[in-house]
């Protein structure tokens, strides 16, 4: 299989670009940064493949692109690819709701599997969270991160999303709109990434905790959504990590 890379040198992409060169079974077709990127023209580890910028006119001859970029260079690339029925996975986080509208648009050419976490495990931490959410609906509900430092102080992608989904259980199973769940923030050293999911039942309490170790978890996991998208001939259109595990 060969993958082009879309943000081949920040901290997922690196990995990405890793876990392709070690592995027999695929292939680096592009390694793309960002046009100001001191990268770009250099051998990626030494190789016949040199990091360049995304552009209209990029020939990648891929059978798929993993996007680790910013919700910016992410919308340019789709722009630039037009209608190439390119499958693309990407793990870009922070779209705002007109740019995931836009990038929804963009699924009409090609397949697109997007994901806020696809570190290995966390699709069934969200949906034991879920469940528990709509089997216990009375029980209140809080999110929780820990980034390392270096993140930005907003909420994650991963956060919010858990917490639109707990509030959507929760008001499914009781019949109205529940309150929103709290989403707390913290930001420490260089830890990976950790996600909690509390509820708060007055007599007793549920914790639902996912920790990742390295950031080779997220690398793995969008690998494995790729390989999944392109296994059989998928139709254009927006796919989820749940619609990989569902087969």
């Known amino acids: 299989m060969r993958i082009a890379i879309m943000g081949a040198s920040g901290r997922v992409g690196t990995r990405l670009v890793e876990l392709i060169l070690a592995n ?3 292939e680096l077709a592009a390694a793309l940064v960002s046009p ?4 770009i023209g250099t051998p990626v580890a030494g190789g016949s493949i040199e990091y360049r910028p995304a552009e209209a006119a990029m ?5 798929v692109m993993i996007d680790f970029s910013t919700p910016a260079a992410s919308l340019a690339l789709q722009a630039d690819i037009g209608t190439k029925p390119i499958p693309m996975v ?3 986080a922070g779209f705002m709701i007109e740019e995931d509208e836009c990038l929804t648009r963009f699924c009409l050419h090609r397949p697109m599997l997007l994901s806020a976490n696809f570190a290995h495990g966390f699709e069934a931490f969200r949906r034991a969270g879920v469940d528990f959410a709509r089997r216990m609906p009375d029980a209140e509900a809080a999110v929780s991160e820990t980034y390392h430092a270096r993140k930005k102080a907003d909420p994650s992608g991963t956060s919010r999303l858990l917490a639109r989904q707990l509030f959507e259980a929760r008001s499914r199973a009781m ?3 529940a309150p929103e769940p709290a989403i707390t923030v913290n930001r420490e050293g260089d830890t990976v990434g950790v996600n ?3 509820f708060d039942m007055g007599s007793a309490e549920a914790t639902f905790t996912y920790r990742v170790h390295t950031l ?3 690398a793995e996991g969008a690998l494995a959504a790729a390989q999944w998208l392109v296994s059989i001939p998928r ?3 927006r796919y989820s990590l749940a619609d990989s595990l569902n087969d």
């Open 24 to 26: 027999p079974g695929l």
């Open 36 to 39: 100001g990127s001191r990268l």
């Open 59 to 63: 020939k990648s001859h891929c059978d």
């Open 90 to 92: 990407i793990g870009t």
């Open 175 to 177: 019949g109205f709109a």
């Open 196 to 198: 909690e999911v509390r």
């Open 216 to 218: 080779a978890a997220y």
């Open 235 to 237: 139709p254009a259109g």
